[in-house]
């Protein structure tokens, strides 16, 4: 079992930026990708970014140029840096952590963080 623990949220005007961050605990010598996905009001959860142990790293189109993703292996810490932050990138951030576990996958989910950017 992986806990993931987030912080960093909170309300931010549009342009502002913020820093959301996780950290896992438990089984992380099973993790081979952590990211974040947002779930804005009233819509499914997407994916934000994410990062791999290939490694590759894979952003939303949205978010491309604005938000970068860093992993810390070691420290089984994954951060997000949001800048230029826009109205539409509002929503409840859950960490992701991608496990394996002899041949089954497996997904882990922080318990979530709001982020709302007011105009």
């Known amino acids: 079992q992986v806990q993931l623990e987030e912080s960093g949220g909170g309300s931010v005007r549009a342009g502002e930026s913020l820093t959301l961050s996780c950290v896992a605990s438990?089984?992380?010598?099973?993790?081979?990708?952590m990211g974040w996905y947002r779930e804005p009001e009233g819509k499914q959860r997407e994916l934000v970014a994410i990062?791999?142990?290939?490694?590759?790293?894979t952003y939303a189109d949205s978010v491309k140029g604005r938000f970068t993703i860093s992993r810390d292996i070691a420290r089984s810490t994954v951060t997000l840096e949001m800048n230029d932050l826009e109205p539409e990138d509002s929503g409840v951030y859950f960490c992701?952590?991608?496990?394996?576990?002899?041949?089954?996958?497996?997904?882990?989910w922080g318990k979530g963080t709001p982020v709302t950017v007011s105009a």
């Open positions: 990062d791999t142990n290939t490694p590759s790293t």
């Open positions: 438990g089984s992380v010598h099973t993790l081979d990708a």
């Open positions: 992701n952590a991608e496990g394996v576990v002899g041949l089954y996958g497996i997904d882990y």
